[in-house]
């Protein structure tokens, strides 16, 4: 079993990538961590590439930006990235979201406990 230093969450959030070498694609974010995410996409990535991400947490807000994601491995049509760097104001909306990922199964937790 890997030990990892930050918790995984699973999502479904609409992303789009590219990079200065003409990879670019959309996928689907799963497992999103402080540091970083598992991108589904059938675009083949390698090892290294070092991509900008954009990622759609919800439609009321503008798309996460993320400058720099390195891509750490890619296997069955996804891949894996690191957050490297990010403006302040976005690394503040990441931990955001991450702290409610994190509060999530507590807040529903307390929810069906008022609805009994």
């Not at 990922?101 to 307390?110: K, T």
Request: charged share 30%.
């Amino acid at each position: 079993m890997e030990n990892r230093k930050h918790p995984r969450f699973p999502v479904q959030f609409r992303s789009s990538f590219s990079s200065t070498n003409a990879v670019s694609g959309v996928g689907t974010l799963g497992d999103l961590s402080i540091r970083g995410c598992r991108i589904y996409s059938h675009i083949d990535v390698k090892p290294g590439t070092a991509l900008q991400l954009r990622i759609e947490v919800t439609d009321d807000e503008p798309p996460l930006q993320i400058n720099q994601a390195i891509v750490r491995w890619y296997r069955d049509s996804s891949f894996g990235l690191e957050f490297v760097s990010l403006t302040a104001d976005e690394w503040a909306r990441l931990q955001h979201v991450v702290k409610e990922l994190e509060m999530e199964p507590y807040q529903r937790d307390s929810r069906d406990e008022k609805a009994v």
